[in-house]
DNA sequence: TATGAATGAGATTTCATTCAT
DNA sequence: TATGAATGAAATCTCATTCAT
């Protein structure tokens, strides 16, 4: 108990550190300056590396986040009764998610946390996936592996417009969405990636 | 002709400039430094700033370089028979050049050549739409401008799975014009950006 | 009672430091981190700066540890029966020490301990000197600030070899030595150092 | 000759920058900044890192440099009619070319260049001291890496008197020699290095 | 008293851009 | 006109030292 204090000191710092983060990626892309993040959290420049070793560590450590939300999320939706209209939840909400920051976590050596928490959410949306295709409510040839890397495409498609409206995402996430479905769907050229 | 073989040079300068900063761009990012571009070119580093004062007055060269042959490309199309196939081919050969190098072209502040040649490509590719949209080749709700954001999207999909095959933004491609067929659309949530 | 237990664990946190830090100094040199020297330890950073308020004067207990070692050995040998055997026996003592750990503790303002501690050091062995020379086991126009320099020799000329074996000391020590016997002593051009 | 100048001003450069480093080296030990050298020079940092990619490069030309004159001046003196008087005067201008700078130029990998130069080096030292025994000018155990070593001495000595005469190390080196000489020699208690 | 989180000055290095030759 | 040397403003990261708990 006598211990908790300087801890808790520490673990709000971190917080206000990974929110500054976010938002000065999200303001100025990944290349913000560590210092604009450490004064953005009203901290010290080396307060910044005491917590995240390297500027790596720190982006990261944001994608570790994300992903294991992502996965929570998910496992919750695994259960649903439509399993079609679960798996454009959990599209969306990922969409909406992104929308705050749209660190890519598909890329990149993150090191083993992130790797292994790429794993679990790969896991996971496979699971979505194959349940609603198995229900009919997706594709005959769409995989889990597709979605998570399509789910990336409604804010990156927006990224390219700087004066668009906060929620235009949704609709290409719906037009995306139509082309998973099985109506009218065209035989596919290439098969899925692993 | 004592003043036209300098000129002839100047252009062989600047088209070997623009080749070897698509080639350094394409292997280590728009980060790749201008003194990496010259070296590439075979030129000094004082050469690149004479033709482009600035580097991004190089990214943006290379940017309407490229926007302005997919103006002519979708000119072409644009009375082609079968106006849902010429918009297939459009979309593919636009992902085919962006594989080359992925710089989004739509977004940012690159000056005004670059402005006015995006605004023809625009109005080019609206055309094109406008006419598959009236031949009942893609659905009712989608425009010139959703058209024109969402042909990044294979290429943008692909670059977050390092190991994939070449040639999987096919795949991609397939499902997103899928998605833009008439058959099964189900309405759209947002309106088009303009 | 109730104030000595502190006190000793005080002490022990001092010896504790001391030891620490000459084996990381040892195998890092003297820039390695202070928070090496306190992990070392098994304590914390604050505590190195409560016991040495800078991490000069850490430094300085340990050269002053080192000498007053050195004084008290020369001490001891100065009543020997052979002198000149009792001055190779310091010199081959004080480069043992230093193959531990050479620091050298003679450069630099270290405070005025460690001063007052080069000073009793200077006279101790400058007594043994005076006592070898008398006997005709050293050359006549050696001092005792000869010897003090010169002691350091044997380990600075091993350092220039990072793969030599641990004992390589000794052959130049004893090269070394030979230079100081009477035998084939030739005028030296320059007076001895104050 | 059209292109002379631009590299004239540039080789100055260099020279300057070589000159510098070492005297803020001497003043300030390897650690001085570049920065702090850039501005002895009269240059700007960036220049520095032109001449010199890294620090340890600058301190790399420098010891090779140095290593390269010394050889020079022993094969000079290898073919000189009194062998023991000429590897003397090799220690002895050894000594004062040190007394500039004692940047150790025995230890550390400083790169493939420094390493041949040390090489040539050695092999010079080699063949001036195996002549010198020859003629019996120096003591029979003694080889060329011995020599290489102990050339470092009289100056490593002086530094640790900081207040002391600038010839002094003329004193040591005297001693140091008499240590080498034939008479009075006293076997050696380890095998020389290679 | 002991701890270790926070600090911030400073070191090395990169790179777009300028300018003398 | 072409060159590449020079510049200096960042950016990342380290570490001695302070201070709240």
Known sequence: MADVSPRADAARNRSLLLAAAVAEFAEHGVDAPVAAIA???GLGKGTVFRHFPTKDDLVAAIVCDRVTRLTALARDLGTAADAGAALLEFMTSAARERQRLDLSFLTGDLGSEV?????ELSEAVTA???RARERGAVRDDVTGTDVLVLMCVPNDVVKHLPGAPAQLWERYLAILFDGLRPEGAHPLPQPPPA
Request: glycine share 0%.
């Open 128 to 130: 979505l996936v194959d």
């Open 115 to 119: 790797t292994s928490a790429q794993a």
């Open 39 to 41: 004064r953005r959290a």
